[in-house]
């Protein structure tokens, strides 16, 4: 019986101070057909692995499953917990960056890898105001480079001068209430405790580009689903 009492205490404690978190999760699909992708020649490096490419801004799946959007909580800055997250991994294959879209807090640590057998340099340019503008070599084999962003940011761009098509967006967030949908169109937002927020999403070439499409959501002593429709521009 005390056993019982006490559970319903702590709950109740639970409740009063706001302790509860939820899930928030939902799918991204595209609505019309989107533009070709562009089209690359890697051949000017034969160490590239494959002679041509092509970009990756529409990744879309079955049911118009829109990959690569960043889903996030507005107005939470000077909660993030970047600098004991598990550092993020943007790699370099066949001349071109995986992942092409990457979310990451500030404080929190991006290792950039290059597992390719040519040189690359990985030149970081921010926009107005934004992080730091960092241009750092890396051969083949080259240790990992960090790279600590440490203010909030859409979309910051990773580039490579020696290989003019290699793009990669990395976008920062004062919090760890993100996600980056994934080949399905899903995300999962983790943990995000009780309360009101507006949820955004937002997609570097589906309309509205790079603007946030936003819905005011609550979560509430559980788990919510909220889904969006982008279109192709």
């Not at 071109?96 to 040189?119: C, F, H, R, W």
């Not at 290699?166 to 080949?183: C, E, G, L, N, R």
């Not at 309360?195 to 955004?200: E, R, S």
Request: charged residues 20%; proline residues 7%.
């Amino acid at each position: 019986m005390k056993k019982s009492c006490l559970f319903i205490v702590v709950a109740a404690l639970s409740v009063a101070t706001g302790t509860r978190a939820g899930d928030i999760s939902g799918t991204i699909t595209l609505k019309g057909t989107p533009p070709a992708e562009k089209s690359f020649e890697k051949s000017s490096d034969p160490k590239c692995g494959s002679a041509k490419g092509s970009t990756h801004h529409y990744v879309v799946g079955a049911n118009g499953a829109l990959a690569n959007c960043v889903v996030s909580l507005k107005g939470l800055s000077g909660k993030s917990t970047g600098a004991s997250a598990a550092p993020a991994v943007l790699d370099q294959k066949e001349c071109e960056y995986s992942p092409v879209i990457l979310a990451v807090q500030t404080g929190q640590k991006v290792m950039v890898k290059n597992s390719d057998p040519t040189l690359h340099n990985v030149h970081i340019v921010p926009g107005p105001g934004g992080n730091d503008e960092k241009n750092m070599a890396q051969g083949p084999n080259a240790p990992e480079l960090p790279y600590t962003p440490t203010k909030a940011e859409n979309f910051l761009m990773f580039k490579c001068d020696v290989h003019n098509w290699m793009y990669a967006w990395v976008s920062v967030f004062d919090h760890p209430y993100f996600a980056v949908t994934d080949k399905d169109g899903k995300y999962t937002i983790k943990g995000v405790p009780d309360g009101k927020y507006t949820l955004a999403v937002t997609h570097r070439k589906a309309a509205p580009a790079a603007t946030p499409v936003t819905k005011e959501v609550e979560v509430k002593g559980g788990n919510i689903t909220e889904d969006f429709t982008l279109e192709a521009k």
